[in-house]
């Protein structure tokens, strides 16, 4: 009879109740060794089990070996949890004491190339000062494994997550690097690249052999059958390197979905045992001391015949399985989610039980379709409607990252404020390639697609905003209102509530670097020019007062400074405001008897403020704008310099 009951609850319990005192059993001696923190973790598990229970279920309770599979993901949490460093389950127990400190304004990420910035890993540890200056809290070191030579996608294509790339380390290394970086309590992101693997993987390279048991880690095809029904819906992701998203592979006489390069080879996790093996590998990593953990290409890891197979239920499902596990396992770590996609889908992964971080990349893409145009009602609009998230979540706003800049607003929201979202991506793209006519911007075209027009923009954020076209024409003019720019997005960044992130070499302003198109590896991929070798901070003359790269620095340092003192700054209730004037963008950030009043001026000319609307919000006769240190009577009007951002403490 159908009582209409959820049966998994009970059934989990079943299971759990089952399988563990087989697995305690099997670990008994270790298990005595942990004592105490053995009753923790099986206290997380038994409040985890249920959710991960239902989560595998979901994906994989109609495989008949479904109770197998839980015993092998139970098998998994155990054993990789007894191997867990003492520290670290000293780190998970305080943050289960103080769940998500992640809120704080004291928050300030940074992220990187080891090669490039410091040619190996054991060289890093020098520059951990640089990085308190700068005020860094969490440290994210672009993917370090190792990966087939040459062409490798910047890292993301994995021949072996438990492996350090030998050109910049070891694995001793990095847990030299991390536990240093931990002392000055910086912690470590990296990244889980749980999509594909490259093809020189160990299982790719079993699934070449002919290997039943390895071919189902992929998704592979004899003849071109059901690639061809798949490819109908599928978007290219790098039309310009390859069409299609299925490479031939001589070795297994056989096509392979690859929806990124050629020789990133998608997973198949409809097979458990890709969960499964996954899995380990993300233990295995947060067995290394990793605290935030950046799911890369989270939108792609399921597949659905006759849909664009981005964002589909069971990639969710997939990442609230990981979550579960973490949690029982390794609850210090936090997951970001790198979802670039539409809005409404970035959104979807942003939860306590998925990814309790994430890119914002609509606030970046409108900040730099705000400096375009010099006005700010999509910015306005986008952020009234979007910018909300759960509690115990929050955004990593940033400006620019190692990746390319796609438009990706809503068109609806578009619309509704008067804007033609086609026609307005075609004017950026042109805008930011420095095809339109006045663009400030030097930006390089990435990935165009003839058949869609679709086109992304790479380069640095000082190219972007202007500063390379000022310093060719040698004006000193356009060199001031470049600097401007640049300060003006940082302002938001650090202040609209978040995680803000920099991408390292912005802090001192690094412009375009064209020396990649002379590597054959890296020649058709313009995100080489934003991915420099240049490094400021080791310079002789760092104490050059007189360079741009200096001030720069200087600018970067003080905001973070004081953004670490404004508790108002802390994650979550940012309300935008109604500031009467096109070009302002602004917005409230309060807190216990705090408020301040952020107000950003994206034209090049000054701008009126009309004072009354500070009143409306509780100033009284003035207000002090914390990023001069100046008053500001707000009777009447008041003006905001070109450019100008003002935090405005009217509390
Ligand atoms: C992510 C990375 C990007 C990479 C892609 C494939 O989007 O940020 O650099 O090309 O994943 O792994
Ligand atoms: C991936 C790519 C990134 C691209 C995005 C488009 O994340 O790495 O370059 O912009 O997909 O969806």
Redesign the pocket.
Known sequence: MNTGQDWRPEEARKSLNRILPEVEQLFSEQIREAGQDWHQFKHRLYSEWERLFVCLHHLYGWQYDFFYTLHRILYSLVSYWLERPLELKLLDAKQEAKPFSYVSEKMVGGVLYVDLFSDNLSRLADHIPYFKKLGLTYLHLMPLYTVPHGDNDGGYAVSDYRAINPDIGSMDDLARLTSALRDEEISLALDFVFNHTSDEHAWAEKAKTGDPDFLAYYLTFPDRELPDQFQRYLRD?FPTVRKGSFTWCEEMNRWVWTTFNSYQWDLNYANAEVFRSMAEEMLFLANQGVEVLRLD?VAFIWKRLGTNCENQPEAHTIIRAFNAMARIAAPCMTFKS?A??APDEVVRYIHPDECQLSYNPLLMALLWEALATQETKLLDHSMRKRYRIPDGCAWVNYIRCH??I?WTFDDQDAKEVGIDPVGHRKFLNRFYTGEFPGSFARGVPFQFNADTGDL?ISGTLSSLAGLEDALSREDNDLIKRAVHRVNLLRSIVMSIGGIPLLYIGDEWGMLNDYTYLSDPAKATDSRWVHRSRKRWEAREDLSDQETLEWRFFQDMVKLTDLRKNIPAFQNGGMEVISTGNPHLFGYIRAFEDQKIMIINNFSDRSQKMDGTVLTKYGAKNEAVNLLRNEIIPIGGEFLLGEYQPMWLDIS
């Open positions: 992701i290409a790198e670039i996609v990746d390319d796609g992304r």
